[in-house]
């Protein structure tokens, strides 16, 4: 199975891509993994992907963005982001991809190198290299910042320009066999080499020299019949799979030495290329990614572990050394009198077993269970289950405070240790965050979903299933009435400079009660009454025909505006709210946003907001975690922070606070 595309796939993508790309502008740039970039170009968002040494085409696929953009990825941002794609080309037919990317400080190529120890480098104006993801002194050509930049040398004759005049040079290299002869000449690899001698119905192990002159114009007609295909774009894309439809290759057009594989076809050689290899190739990166991360769960694992046997340990010495300085005191009478007896015995010359015999008369007369052993230098003294060691030259007090020094010097070396385990844990808690995104990236990357067309504007199905539309802004609104309003639908607006029109599509069913209210509801939520933090407005709605789309003579109206004539329905003091849910249609995860009384039929699990001063990024990621954790691990799984952008879209006005049972959840 392939891993690199080869120059014929180059050259196809990109002649496809040409047709896709010209004219449109860049948008953003994206540094996804350490050699894989996207570029997202609007105003369709078609996206190119970038693998350094590995591939280049169209992707239809869903990658996840990293929170903060790499240097070079913010690099590349600054010099390109809204610049415009004058021309994109195969440099020769080399594993090189040049894209010219016009900005208002002139014309920028952005080179991807897809060759072993490839490069992307971003070429200025003056032709000097301003960016490169390798800098490098080479044999035959220098990459080093601000010097003029230097093409890659060709691998061989272009396939797309070859004549016979310089296929004749294939016979000064006669004692080559012909496949090899063939890849040292020509820029192509051996599967196309193999392809081009099937093609001329000649064995790939036979010699140069042994060709005939028919068999060697055959050969020449078999390069230009690839050629006309390529150029041509007379393409039958496919993934070419063994028997046990396992995905071996890619190919363009049919290929004989695949004559006998089953073919999986596809509309476009970008599409099949996309499927091909995302995924298998983006899968590799991410598992190094994710071996350094568990490398450093493991580090930080093992030394949490060790400071909870240190906090153990001290937490008992802390216990130990109290509970003696405290039995200490509760027994200080008699403990005083023992050490004195010894003091004075000692003095005497009396013999330990005979002091000890005294010690332990004192504790029985007392009533006390007490032990005493006499050592030379110590007296050890049990006291219950409490051992206490009194050496002779101190006094029970003295011991004391010996103890409760002991507890307290462990009791603060016990806080400091406490602090280290709190910043380890969040170290921890944090490689544990990243790694569960990292295991969510590590997936197969997933297809985007072909959106609906009224997936342009704010929608929700009501609780009756009738579909609501709202406009987003201007141009929507204005296409929402002038395109998409019918005669037997209903039109809905807010009491507020400021706010969208919705309308129910109603196929010509009568409209329910619940569903006017639910109109409403998404009408109001979506006004700039939420922007003013306001708890309320009011909403009214009217018939198609009221809606006046042009100005009455000596007036005007703006994008998206509207004039409405006749009695107006109201519903007063609409409360502003709105509900955030996640369900799965067809696979796929589909976030949706409406009245809660809609959201909590369709939804798998829901959050409400309602106007607060919370970011939408920072919003989105609370609202995915409690949508992970409230939903089936089925869609749990594959609730991901490429959802973050999905989900910030649908938080009005771009704020707001999360509210759980009429309370406000703090973020």
Same mark, same amino acid.
């Given at each position: 199975?392939k891993?690199?595309?080869?120059s014929?796939?180059? +050259?196809?993508?990109?002649?496809?891509?040409?047709?896709?790309?010209?004219?449109k502008?860049?948008d953003?740039?994206?540094?996804?993994?350490?050699?894989?970039?996207?570029?997202?170009?609007?105003?369709?968002?078609? @996206?190119?992907?970038?693998e350094?040494?590995?591939?280049?085409?169209?992707?239809?696929?869903?990658?996840?963005?990293?929170?903060k953009?790499?240097?070079?990825?913010?690099t590349?941002?600054?010099?390109?982001?809204?610049?415009?794609?004058?021309?994109?080309?195969?440099?020769?037919f080399?594993?090189?991809?040049?894209?010219?990317?016009?900005?208002?400080?002139?014309?920028?190529?952005?080179?991807?190198?897809?060759?072993?120890?490839?490069?992307?480098?971003?070429i200025?104006?003056?032709n000097?290299?301003?960016?490169?993801?390798?800098?490098?002194?080479?044999?035959?050509?220098?990459?080093?910042?601000?010097?003029?930049?230097?093409?890659?040398?060709?691998s061989?004759?272009?396939?797309?320009?070859?004549t016979?005049?310089?296929?004749?040079?294939?016979?000064?290299?006669?004692?080559?066999?012909?496949?090899?002869a063939?890849?040292?000449m020509?820029?192509?690899?051996?599967?196309?080499?193999?392809?081009?001698?099937?093609? +001329?119905?000649?064995d790939?192990?036979?010699?140069?020299?042994?060709?005939?002159?028919?068999?060697?114009?055959?050969?020449?007609?078999?390069?230009?019949?690839i050629?006309?295909?390529?150029?041509r774009?007379e393409?039958?894309p496919?993934?070419?799979?063994?028997?046990?439809?396992?995905s071996?290759?890619?190919?363009?057009?049919?290929?004989?030495?695949?004559?006998?594989?089953?073919?999986?076809?596809?509309?476009?050689?970008n599409?099949?290329?996309?499927?091909?290899?995302?995924?298998?190739?983006?899968?590799?990166?991410?598992?190094?990614?994710?071996?350094?991360?568990d490398?450093?769960?493991?580090?930080l694992?093992?030394?949490i572990?060790?400071?909870?046997?240190?906090?153990?340990?001290?937490?008992e010495t802390?216990?130990?050394?109290?509970?003696?300085?405290d039995?200490?005191?509760?027994n200080l009478?008699?403990?005083?009198?023992?050490?004195?007896?010894?003091?004075?015995?000692?003095?005497?010359?009396?013999p330990?077993?005979?002091?000890?015999?005294?010690?332990?008369?004192?504790?029985?007369?007392?009533?006390?269970?007490?032990?005493?052993k006499i050592?030379?230098?110590?007296?050890?003294?049990?006291v219950?289950?409490?051992?206490?060691?009194?050496?002779?030259?101190?006094?029970p007090?003295?011991?004391?405070?010996?103890?409760?020094?002991?507890?307290k010097?462990?009791?603060?070396?016990?806080?400091?240790?406490?602090?280290?385990?709190?910043?380890?844990?969040?170290?921890?808690?944090?490689?544990?965050?990243?790694?569960?995104?990292?295991?969510?990236?590590?997936?197969?990357?997933?297809?985007?979903?072909?959106?609906? @067309?009224?997936?342009?504007?704010? @929608?929700?199905?009501?609780?009756?299933?009738?579909?609501?539309?709202?406009?987003?802004?201007?141009s929507?609104n204005?296409?929402?009435?002038?395109?998409y309003?019918?005669?037997?639908?209903?039109?809905?607006?807010?009491?507020?400079?400021?706010?969208p029109?919705?309308?129910i599509?109603?196929?010509?069913?009568p409209?329910?009660?619940?569903?006017?209210?639910?109109?409403?509801q998404?009408?109001?939520?979506?006004?700039?009454?939420w922007?003013?933090?306001?708890?309320?407005?009011?909403?009214?709605w009217?018939?198609?025909?009221?809606?006046?789309? +042009?100005?009455?003579?000596?007036?005007?109206?703006?994008?998206?505006?509207?004039m409405?004539?006749?009695?107006r329905?109201?519903?007063?003091?609409?409360?502003?709210?709105?509900?955030?849910?996640?369900?799965?249609?067809?696979?796929?995860?589909?976030?949706v946003?409406?009245?809660?009384?809609?959201?909590?039929?369709?939804?798998?699990?829901?959050?409400?907001?309602?106007?607060?001063?919370t970011? +939408?990024?920072?919003?989105?990621?609370?609202i995915?975690?409690?949508?992970?954790?409230?939903?089936?691990?089925?869609?749990?799984?594959?609730i991901?922070?490429?959802n973050?952008?999905?989900?910030?879209?649908?938080?009005?006005?771009?704020?707001?606070?999360?509210?759980?049972?009429?309370?406000?959840?703090s973020?």
């Amino acid at each position: 199975m392939k891993d690199v595309m080869s120059s014929l796939d180059i +050259s196809a993508v990109t002649l496809e891509m040409a047709d896709s790309l010209i004219g449109k502008r860049i948008d953003n740039i994206y540094h996804i993994i350490p050699r894989t970039f996207l570029i997202r170009f609007r105003p369709e968002a078609i @996206w190119l992907l970038i693998e350094v040494e590995k591939r280049i085409h169209l992707t239809k696929f869903k990658y996840p963005t990293p929170p903060k953009p790499s240097i070079f990825c913010m690099t590349l941002r600054k010099h390109l982001l809204g610049g415009k794609l004058e021309k994109i080309e195969q440099e020769e037919f080399d594993r090189i991809v040049n894209l010219n990317i016009l900005t208002k400080y002139g014309i920028f190529h952005v080179v991807a190198e897809l060759f072993r120890r490839g490069n992307l480098i971003l070429i200025d104006p003056e032709n000097k290299v301003r960016l490169s993801m390798r800098y490098a002194r080479m044999r035959d050509r220098h990459l080093i910042r601000n010097e003029l930049y230097k093409p890659a040398p060709s691998s061989g004759i272009n396939p797309l320009t070859l004549t016979l005049e310089q296929f004749e040079k294939l016979r000064e290299i006669g004692d080559e066999q012909l496949l090899k002869a063939l890849t040292k000449m020509i820029s192509i690899g051996p599967l196309h080499a193999k392809e081009l001698l099937a093609r +001329s119905e000649l064995d790939h192990e036979s010699y140069v020299r042994d060709l005939n002159q028919i068999q060697f114009e055959t050969l020449f007609k078999s390069i230009l019949s690839i050629k006309e295909q390529i150029i041509r774009k007379e393409y039958e894309p496919a993934i070419i799979c063994d028997e046990k439809d396992q995905s071996l290759d890619t190919t363009p057009f049919p290929l004989r030495i695949y004559q006998d594989k089953t073919r999986m076809e596809f509309k476009t050689y970008n599409e099949a290329v996309d499927e091909f290899f995302s995924k298998q190739t983006t899968t590799a990166e991410l598992h190094k990614v994710k071996k350094v991360q568990d490398v450093e769960l493991a580090r930080l694992s093992r030394i949490i572990e060790e400071q909870k046997k240190q906090k153990t340990s001290l937490e008992e010495t802390v216990k130990e050394n109290r509970e003696i300085a405290d039995t200490i005191y509760l027994n200080l009478h008699i403990l005083s009198e023992i050490t004195t007896l010894i003091e004075k015995e000692k003095v005497k010359g009396t013999p330990l077993q005979d002091i000890e015999n005294l010690t332990n008369k004192i504790a029985t007369n007392n009533k006390q269970q007490i032990i005493t052993k006499i050592l030379p230098e110590e007296a050890r003294l049990n006291v219950g289950q409490i051992s206490i060691h009194i050496r002779h030259d101190k006094n029970p007090q003295q011991v004391a405070k010996q103890y409760y020094d002991a507890s307290k010097k462990a009791s603060q070396k016990l806080k400091g240790l406490q602090e280290s385990v709190n910043k380890i844990e969040a170290k921890l808690r944090g490689v544990e965050e990243e790694t569960i995104e990292k295991k969510v990236i590590e997936k197969i990357p997933k297809r985007k979903r072909e959106k609906v @067309w009224y997936e342009k504007f704010h @929608w929700f199905k009501s609780s009756d299933d009738f579909l609501i539309m709202s406009g987003k802004d201007a141009s929507t609104n204005d296409l929402l009435i002038r395109k998409y309003l019918n005669k037997d639908d209903l039109v809905f607006h807010a009491e507020i400079q400021g706010a969208p029109f919705t309308i129910i599509r109603t196929d010509g069913k009568p409209i329910t009660p619940q569903t006017i209210k639910e109109a409403a509801q998404a009408t109001a939520a979506r006004s700039k009454a939420w922007s003013l933090n306001l708890t309320a407005v009011n909403v009214y709605w009217v018939n198609p025909d009221q809606v006046e789309t +042009s100005a009455p003579s000596g007036e005007y109206l703006g994008k998206g505006q509207f004039m409405i004539r006749g009695k107006r329905n109201y519903d007063r003091g609409v409360e502003l709210k709105i509900a955030i849910g996640v369900r799965e249609e067809n696979g796929n995860v589909i976030f949706v946003a409406g009245p809660s009384s809609a959201i909590e039929k369709q939804a798998e699990a829901y959050v409400e907001l309602v106007p607060g001063r919370t970011s +939408s990024g920072k919003l989105a990621k609370k609202i995915i975690e409690i949508l992970k954790v409230s939903s089936r691990e089925t869609i749990s799984e594959r609730i991901d922070r490429t959802n973050l952008d999905e989900v910030a879209r649908l938080i009005p006005a771009g704020k707001g606070e999360i509210a759980i049972k009429g309370k406000i959840l703090s973020l």
